[in-house]
Nanobody, 125 residues
Framework: QVQLVESGGGLVQAGGSLRLSCAASGRTFHSHPMGWFRQAPGKELEFAATINWNGGYTDYADSVKGRFTISRDHAKNTVYLQMNSLKPEDTAVYYC??????????????????WGRGTPVTVSP
C-alpha cells in the first residue's frame, strides 16, 4: 500500500521558518516529479511547489517564490519543503503529492496520483 505521510507543520510567528517532510512508503518515486499543494481555510487547494525526478528542476507558485524551497532525498524516499519568512497568508493545510508521470514538473492536482493527508501550518501575525 502506497502512503505519503507529511510532518513538520505547526504554529509559528510571522517571519519564522518551518520545514515540512513527506515520507513515501510502499513504492519509490525516484523517477517521477513530486509536489506540495496547500489549502487555506475557505479556499481551494492550490499549487505551491514542484520538483523533478532528480531535484535538478524546481518551480514555485509566485506567492511563495523566493521564500520556499522544495528538495528531495532519494535515499530516504522523502521530499521536503523549507518555508522561510512565513506570512499569515501562508496559513493552510499542506499536502504532499506524487506523480507517476515522466514530465519535468506538474502544476495541477490531476497530474498527481498519490496524496498525503496533510499537515497544518498556522502563521500568527
Amino acid at each position: 500500500q502506497v502512503q505519503l505521510v507529511e510532518s513538520g507543520g505547526g504554529l509559528v510567528q510571522a517571519g519564522g521558518s518551518l520545514r515540512l517532510s513527506c515520507a513515501a512508503s510502499g513504492r519509490t518515486f525516484h523517477s517521477h516529479p513530486m509536489g506540495w499543494f496547500r489549502q487555506a481555510p475557505g479556499k481551494e487547494l492550490e499549487f505551491a511547489a514542484t520538483i523533478n525526478w532528480n531535484g535538478g528542476y524546481t518551480d514555485y507558485a509566485d506567492s511563495v517564490k523566493g521564500r520556499f524551497t522544495i528538495s528531495r532525498d532519494h535515499a530516504k524516499n522523502t521530499v521536503y519543503l523549507q518555508m522561510n519568512s512565513l506570512k499569515p497568508e501562508d496559513t493552510a493545510v499542506y499536502y504532499c503529492a506524487a506523480s507517476t508521470g515522466f514530465g519535468n514538473a506538474y502544476y495541477t492536482t490531476n497530474d498527481y496520483h498519490y496524496w498525503g493527508r496533510g499537515t497544518p501550518v498556522t502563521v500568527s501575525p
